[in-house]
C-alpha cells in the first residue's frame, strides 16, 4: 500500500503508543477530546466555545484520513489537527499518538447534528436550529442548555428579552453578499450608560456564522476576523472615541466607543454561554462606506469582528417577512411615578432611560419595568413651543415629540438653544434643533463616513467648514430619552456648517470607574419655518433676526447667471443693431444701460458678503476675520 510520508509517521507513533501501553494494536481506543468549534467566541462564562466530547477511536493507523496538519509545539507535547465539516477538532499529548480517523469526526458531527432533546431542566422540548450552535435557551423555562459529550448540561437560568419594537425575529430568513443567513438566536446587551441593544446570532450555509447587530433603528452585519499579527489589536486603556484606528488588512478606522456592557437577556441558539449580567468591554469602530465592528476584550485574547451597515432590504429582510411593530406603550396598567403615583406612558419602551413625570415633575430612572426617583426639575422655560407629545410628519417619515432638552455653551455669554427628541418605530430618532428662532432637523450619521482635517471636516463628498469648539451642557431636561440625561451633563463639541447642513461631532467624558468615551456624530439640515409650522400643526413660530450658522444664503448663483446673460445681450445689440439697421448705437447709452443691469447683481453681491459676515460673526474660527483662530484642533 502506497501510505503516504505523514500518515506513516503517524502510525508509526500509533505502533509506539499501542507498544508503550502495552495495548494490542487490533484494539480501539478511547479517549476524551476537547473540540473548540472555529471563530465563535463571544463573551461569556461557561463552555466558552469548546466542547468536550469522548470519541472512540478505530486502531488500524491506515483507516481514512481527511486532512492532517501539524501545530506548533505548545508546551503539552505535540498538537495534530484535523477538520471535516463543522468541526476543527485538537488534540492534546495523549491523543497525539492515537490515530485520529474519518469515523470519529463522523461520530461528532452525528451528535452536533441532533436538533431536538429534552431540556434538563424542565422536560420541555429544547432545538438546536443549527450544527454550529452551542447552546439553545428553552423557551419554557429559560435555563441556557449546553451540549456536553452526548448529553445536555443545564448552565443556569437566563433572562427573558425585554420587550422591544424590533422589526426581526427568530426564524427570519435573508441574503448578505449573495449568502442566505437564518436569525437563530438572539443577545440583549445593557450598556452602562442605559440603553439596551440586540445581537442576532446569524447562521449560514457551510458553517459560517456572524451577527446582526440592531440599535436604535440601525441595523450592521459582522463577522469574526483572524488577526494574524496580534499587536494590531491595541490594549482597551489605549483607546479612546474619535482617535484612527488601523487594523492591517482589515482596514483603517475611526474608533466610535469604547464601552461596556452586561447580558441582560438572551434566547434561541448561540454560540457562548450567557451569563447573566456578565460584564464585558468592547471597542466600537467604524470606517468609510459603511463599514463597522468591533473588538471584544472579554475572553482571554481580545477578538475582532469586521462587517458593514446595512438596511434591511438591503439585508434581503423583505417588509412582508417581519413582524409587525408594536404600537402598544407601557402605560398605568404597568407603570407609575414612584413619587405620586401618577400614569407615565412610555413611547419606546424598550429603549428609555429617563423620563419625567408630568404629574410632581420628578426625573426619574428607567430600568426594564422599575421606575426610580432621581430629583425633582423645573417645568420648561422658556414654554415649548412643540408641545411634547405632538405628531408631524417630516421628509415623509411621521415623528412623536416625546422629549426636550435646554442646552447651552459659554464663551464670553452663554449661548442657548432647544433640541425637541422626535421618535418613530423603524426610523428611530431624530433632532429637532431650535436656535435663536432657527430650525433644523438632525439625523445620526456613521462617525466613519467623516474625514477631519483641520480647519474642515468632508462627508459624503461635501466639505464643512470648522464653526465652534466648546463644551456643551444640559442645562434643563423633560420628557423621555434613551439615554441617561440629566442636568449638568457636559460633552466637548465640534460644529462645522456647509449651508443648509451642519455636522455635529459630541464626545462624551470618560466614565472615571470604566475608562469609556463615546463619539456621536450628527447631520443637521436647515428648515424654512414654515414646514415646522406645517408638519406639527402649530403657528406663528417666531422669524429669527439674525443669521443661522446653517442657513442657506438667499442670494443663489442664479442672479449672477441672468447678469452675465443681460451682459451679453446688451454687447449683442450693440455689436450686431448697426449691421442690420446700419444705425450707430450711442456708447455711453449702452454703458448706461449695462450698469443698469448690473445694479441688482452687484447689490445682491454686496448682500450675500454681508450675510455670510454676519453668519460668522460670533465664531472664533471667523474667515474673515485675518486675525485668524486657534490653528490646531
Given amino acids: 500500500m502506497n501510505v503516504p510520508p505523514f500518515e506513516r509517521t503517524i502510525g508509526r507513533l500509533i505502533q509506539k503508543f499501542h507498544r508503550r501501553e502495552e495495548l494490542p494494536f487490533s484494539a480501539a481506543v478511547s479517549f476524551p477530546l476537547i473540540v473548540r468549534l472555529p471563530d465563535r467566541s463571544k463573551p461569556g462564562d461557561g463552555i466558552a466555545g469548546t466542547i468536550p466530547f469522548t470519541c472512540v477511536v478505530p486502531p488500524s493507523p491506515t483507516a481514512g484520513f481527511d486532512h492532517l496538519s501539524h501545530a506548533p509545539h505548545d508546551g503539552d507535547g505535540t498538537r495534530y489537527g484535523m477538520s471535516r465539516g463543522v468541526a476543527s477538532l485538537s488534540y492534546r499529548r495523549y491523543a497525539a499518538t492515537t490515530e485520529i480517523s474519518t469515523a470519529c469526526v463522523q461520530e461528532f458531527n452525528r451528535e452536533m447534528a441532533r436538533k431536538t432533546s429534552a431540556c434538563p431542566a424542565c422536560g420541555g422540548t429544547v432545538e438546536f436550529r443549527s450544527t454550529m450552535s452551542l447552546v439553545t435557551v428553552c423557551p419554557y423555562c429559560h435555563s441556557a442548555i449546553a451540549r456536553q459529550d452526548r448529553q445536555l448540561t443545564d448552565l443556569g437560568k437566563v433572562a427573558e428579552i425585554t420587550d422591544s419594537e424590533s422589526p426581526l425575529q427568530l426564524g427570519l430568513r435573508g441574503t448578505w453578499r449573495g449568502k442566505a443567513f437564518r436569525l437563530i438566536g438572539r443577545v440583549q446587551y445593557r450598556h452602562f450608560a442605559g440603553g439596551v441593544w440586540d445581537e442576532w446570532y446569524v447562521a449560514m450555509p457551510g458553517g459560517k456564522w456572524g451577527w446582526l447587530s440592531e440599535a436604535q433603528g440601525r441595523f450592521g452585519i459582522l463577522q469574526a476576523r483572524m488577526v494574524k499579527d496580534a499587536t494590531l489589536i491595541p490594549a482597551y486603556e489605549t483607546l479612546n472615541a474619535g482617535e484612527k484606528l488601523s487594523l492591517g488588512a482589515a482596514g483603517e478606522f475611526v474608533v466610535a466607543e469604547a464601552g461596556t456592557a452586561i447580558v441582560a437577556g438572551a434566547e434561541g441558539d448561540l454560540p457562548f454561554s450567557p451569563t447573566l449580567q456578565a460584564t464585558h468591554r468592547f471597542v466600537d469602530f467604524e470606517g468609510p ?345
Fill in 289 to 633: 462606506s459603511g463599514q463597522l465592528g468591533t473588538i471584544e476584550y472579554s475572553g482571554e485574547s481580545p477578538q475582532l469582528f469586521v462587517g458593514e451597515s446595512a438596511t434591511l432590504l438591503e439585508l434581503g429582510l423583505a417588509a412582508a417577512a417581519l413582524k409587525e411593530v408594536s404600537t402598544e406603550t407601557v402605560g398605568a396598567a404597568h407603570l407609575n411615578c414612584p413619587k405620586c403615583g401618577g400614569p407615565l406612558e412610555l413611547v419606546a419602551p424598550d429603549e428609555a432611560q429617563r423620563v419625567t413625570c408630568p404629574n410632581c415633575r420628578s426625573l426619574l430612572d428607567v430600568t426594564g419595568n422599575k421606575l426610580e426617583f432621581l430629583s425633582t426639575v423645573k417645568p420648561p422655560s422658556p414654554d415649548l413651543k412643540i408641545p411634547l407629545g405632538s405628531r408631524g410628519k417630516l421628509r415623509d417619515i411621521e415623528y412623536r415629540v416625546i422629549g426636550y432638552v435646554r442646552r447651552s455653551v459659554t464663551f464670553d455669554k452663554k449661548y442657548y438653544w432647544q433640541e425637541y427628541l422626535l421618535y418613530a418605530p423603524r426610523h428611530g430618532y431624530r433632532w429637532l434643533i431650535e436656535s435663536d428662532d432657527h430650525w433644523s432637523l438632525g439625523k445620526p450619521v456613521p462617525i466613519g463616513s467623516i474625514k477631519r482635517s483641520y480647519p474642515t471636516a468632508t462627508y459624503e463628498g461635501r466639505t464643512f467648514r470648522l464653526f465652534q469648539k466648546a463644551a456643551a451642557r444640559v442645562q434643563q431636561v423633560w420628557g423621555e430619552f434613551y439615554w441617561k440625561v440629566q442636568a449638568g451633563e457636559e460633552v466637548g463639541m465640534n460644529d462645522y456648517i456647509s449651508p443648509p447642513f451642519s455636522l455635529s461631532l459630541e464626545v462624551s467624558s470618560s466614565n472615571p470607574q470604566e475608562t469609556t468615551s463615546e463619539i456621536n456624530s450628527a447631520l443637521s439640515e436647515y428648515l424654512p419655518h414654515a414646514e415646522v409650522e406645517q408638519a406639527f400643526g402649530v403657528s406663528n413660530l417666531p422669524r429669527g433676526w439674525g443669521v443661522a450658522p446653517n442657513q442657506p444664503n438667499p442670494v443663489t448663483n442664479l442672479v449672477y447667471l441672468q447678469w452675465v446673460v443681460f451682459l451679453l445681450g446688451i454687447g449683442a445689440i450693440y455689436a450686431l443693431l448697426p449691421m442690420l439697421t446700419g444705425r450707430v448705437v450711442d456708447f455711453g447709452l449702452t454703458l448706461w444701460a449695462a450698469g443698469l443691469v448690473s445694479t441688482i447683481p452687484l447689490g445682491s453681491l454686496a448682500y450675500a458678503h454681508s450675510f455670510e459676515q454676519r453668519r460668522w460673526h460670533d465664531s472664533e474660527f471667523n474667515p474673515y476675520d485675518t486675525g485668524g483662530g486657534d490653528d490646531d484642533e
